[in-house]
């Protein structure tokens, strides 16, 4: 089946980011094959695909964590193949596996996560008590997060990725293990991020995308098998996608 190329007629200046003819390997085996795909403010993109797919692979390589072997890749107007690091302190990630240090107290932490992320000294402690609040934290703000159940670990996440008030939000499988409740939650909340950055996030839940995004990538063995902002016969279309 052919790759699917981005047809949307995005303004080069208004991209946030910008991939043409990617590709990836580990161990001689592609893991990524001719990836394109263009992004911009405002927009919630869901990668939709079984795991093993690619899209934690594609995540990586948009957050400088992983190179890559061939292509172009842009994020914010930089070069991601010229300075990596760079790019790479302006966007927030939320890895699948949310690593936090469990001994320290919510606000400590946040306030660790603030100085890293470059906020100055006199903004740090307004930096956090905004974050308490927008990310609904303020009720747990006393615990260790060590003593929070699981949908408010993925709070304090989200919350030291938004820190540094990124352009770009990276969330990878950003629900999985949550329960019903937590769940909606957690979708409502990223819902209201999206107005003043672009936020990509990987799932292999079609509900998912259906209740957080604007716009589907269906990701299936490493490729692009289908680009839209239709979100209707979603199952469907994910169905015949992933199917060589």
């Given at each position: 089946?052919?790759?699917i190329?981005?047809?949307?007629?995005?303004?080069?200046?208004?991209?946030?980011?910008?991939?043409?003819?990617?590709?990836?390997?580990?161990?001689?085996?592609?893991?990524?094959?001719?990836?394109?795909?263009?992004?911009?403010?405002g927009?919630?993109?869901?990668?939709?695909?079984?795991?093993?797919?690619?899209?934690?692979?594609?995540?990586?390589?948009?957050?400088?964590?992983?190179?890559?072997?061939?292509?172009?890749?842009?994020?914010?107007?930089?070069?991601?193949?010229?300075?990596?690091?760079?790019?790479a302190?302006?966007?927030?990630?939320?890895?699948?596996?949310?690593?936090?240090?469990?001994?320290?107290?919510?606000?400590?932490?946040?306030?660790?996560?603030?100085?890293?992320?470059?906020?100055?000294?006199?903004?740090?402690?307004?930096?956090?008590?905004?974050?308490?609040?927008?990310?609904?934290?303020?009720?747990?703000?006393?615990?260790?997060?060590?003593?929070?159940?699981?949908g408010?670990?993925?709070?304090?996440?989200?919350?030291?990725?938004?820190?540094?008030?990124?352009?770009?939000?990276?969330?990878?499988?950003?629900?999985?293990?949550?329960?019903?409740?937590?769940?909606?939650?957690?979708?409502?909340?990223?819902?209201?991020?999206?107005?003043?950055?672009?936020?990509?996030?990987?799932?292999?839940?079609?509900?998912?995308?259906?209740?957080?995004?604007?716009?589907?990538?269906?990701?299936?063995?490493?490729?692009?098998?289908?680009?839209?902002?239709?979100?209707?016969?979603?199952e469907?279309?994910?169905?015949?996608?992933?199917?060589?």
């Open positions: 089946m052919r790759n190329i981005c047809k949307f007629n995005y303004s080069m200046a208004n991209l946030t980011i910008n991939i043409e003819h990617l590709y990836k390997e580990i161990n001689h085996r592609r893991i990524l094959s001719d990836i394109s795909l263009q992004a911009r403010e927009e919630v993109i869901g990668l939709l695909g079984p795991n093993g797919a690619g899209k934690s692979t594609l995540m990586k390589i948009i957050t400088g964590l992983w190179d890559f072997d061939g292509g172009k890749v842009e994020v914010l107007g930089n070069d991601m193949s010229v300075s990596p690091h760079a790019i302190a302006k966007i927030g990630y939320l890895p699948e596996n949310n690593p936090l240090y469990e001994d320290m107290y919510i606000v400590q932490y946040l306030q660790f996560m603030a100085k890293i992320s470059g906020v100055p000294r006199p903004q740090r402690s307004e930096r956090v008590e905004q974050m308490l609040d927008r990310i609904g934290l303020r009720p747990e703000a006393d615990k260790r997060i060590r003593q929070l159940s699981k408010y670990r993925q709070r304090v996440g989200l919350a030291q990725a938004l820190m540094g008030n990124p352009r770009l939000l990276i969330l990878d499988e950003p629900t999985t293990g949550l329960d019903i409740n937590q769940l909606e939650e957690i979708r409502e909340l990223i819902k209201t991020l999206s107005y003043d950055r672009t936020i990509i996030l990987s799932t292999h839940i079609l509900q998912e995308i259906t209740a957080v995004c604007s716009r589907v990538v269906i990701i299936s063995n490493g490729t692009i098998r289908d680009d839209s902002n239709d979100l209707s016969n979603l469907q279309r994910f169905r015949e996608k992933t199917i060589d």
